[in-house]
């Protein structure tokens, strides 16, 4: 069986296509950004890359930065289109199935291309923002209910995507729902009791969607007798996270940790990291399941978590198993969440062994990698 898998470089994806290492399947991925180099965590898939540019030619770089009209006008005649590359890709492999991981950046532009195939079978895999804020994203209604209408199988990583996409006259084949990353690897032996953490850990996204800013502002709301004992760390940290953090007068008085966005760190590290930390907070204004919530959960951190669309209280009660940030703008809201989570130990205690007990049951990679490899087998068949 030949799979050609159409996604933007993300490590979800590369986690789960690894699902499939070592099987029958013949795989295939289509680089539909053509960004960075060969992946080598997925070195036995197919790689299609290197296709936008005709002729990659001396001084590309420095003609980009510093004469940046010139290079724009270079590139109209120097790139590819992307749909006559992916016509031929197809073409030349031939695939049983076609599946797409997240649709503005991977579906929409090869669209047409998929259209034209009617008897090839298409998968479609909703990420985060891809259906709850789509239009937010500038993708018109029509274009929306157009790729639907293409999809044969549709799998979410959350209930609610699955609620709007029906809602959108949807006619195809519900797969079900799946974490992007087809599941969680707990290692049990890092999940640390209650009385032994001392990390507070933050998502440091600052973009149009991410929003740890105002996570800082609560911080700085939060007496500083609650946190003086607490190693404060912010992973994926935006430089405007990372300015306000430096700049910060009570935060200095603080044991910080700041990785900047660009700064990989390796999945097993960071779930050790959520293994010893108390609370992980993730503010931001549109997302599907977050995957760091869930392995946050599974390493028994206690959850603040902003809850965009509903989609977070699928798996957070608030009050019981982690807190809901409702208003993300609301830094004094995320401060009092903040602040009743450390003055609630026996809560935290609780909501503990529900997460990690939740997320294994629910969310547990190896458990959930057969389901995932018969899907593309049913398809076939």
């Known amino acids: 069986m030949k799979i050609l898998m159409i996604a933007i470089p993300n490590h979800h994806f590369f986690q789960w296509v690894n699902q499939l290492k070592g099987l029958e399947y013949e795989v295939y991925w289509f680089n539909s950004t053509d960004g960075g180099s060969k992946v080598d965590r997925i070195d036995w898939v197919h ?9 990659d030619y001396p ?21 590819r289109k992307i749909t006559t590359v992916f016509e031929k890709v197809v073409n030349d492999i031939q695939p049983d199935i076609i599946h797409c991981f997240e649709m503005q950046l ?11 195939r009617v008897n090839l079978k298409f998968i479609y895999s909703s ?7 789509y239009k937010e994203l500038g993708v018109p209604e029509e274009q929306f209910k157009k790729f639907l209408k293409r999809v044969d199988y549709l799998i979410t990583d959350c209930k609610r995507d699955y609620e709007i996409i029906n809602q959108n006259d949807f006619r195809g084949k519900f797969l079900g729902v799946y974490p992007g990353n087809g599941g969680i690897n707990i290692e049990e032996k890092y999940i640390q009791a209650i009385k032994e953490r001392n990390v507070l850990i933050i998502k440091g996204y600052e973009d149009r969607l991410g929003k740890a800013l105002k996570v800082i502002e609560a911080i700085e709301l939060v007496p500083f007798e609650l946190l003086k004992n607490l190693q404060i760390i912010i992973y994926s940290a935006d430089i405007s996270v990372k300015e306000r953090v430096e700049k910060s007068d ?10 900047e966005r660009e700064v990989f760190i390796a999945n097993a590290d960071l779930l050790q990291l959520m293994g ?12 599907g399941m977050p995957n760091v919530l869930l392995e946050a959960m599974g390493m028994g951190a206690f959850p603040i978590q902003s809850n965009p669309g509903k989609a977070t209280e699928e798996v957070i009660a ?10 993300p703008f609301d830094s004094l809201e995320i401060a009092k969440n903040i602040e009743w989570a ?7 205690a609780q909501a503990q062994k529900h997460n990690v007990d939740f997320v294994a049951k629910n969310y547990n990679r190896e458990y959930l990698k057969a389901g995932i490899v018969q899907l593309y087998k049913d398809i076939i068949s």
């Not at 010893?276 to 997302?287: F, G, K, M, P, T």
Request: proline letters at 3%; a positive charge.
């Open 47 to 55: 790689q299609i890359k290197g296709w936008k540019l005709k002729y």
């Open 59 to 79: 001084f590309r770089y420095f003609i980009k930065n510093k004469f940046p009209l010139i290079y724009q006008n270079i590139q109209f005649y120097n790139e």
């Open 106 to 116: 991977a579906g929409l532009p090869v669209l047409e291309v998929i259209e034209q």
């Open 127 to 133: 990420w985060g923002n891809d259906v709850y804020f």
């Open 250 to 259: 009570f935060f200095k008085s603080l044991k910080v940790e700041i990785y």
């Open 276 to 287: 010893r930390s108390i609370l992980h907070i993730a503010n931001n204004i549109s997302d």
């Open 318 to 327: 608030h009050g019981v198993n982690g807190l809901l940030i409702e208003n």
């Open 342 to 348: 450390i003055l609630n130990p026996a809560v935290r």
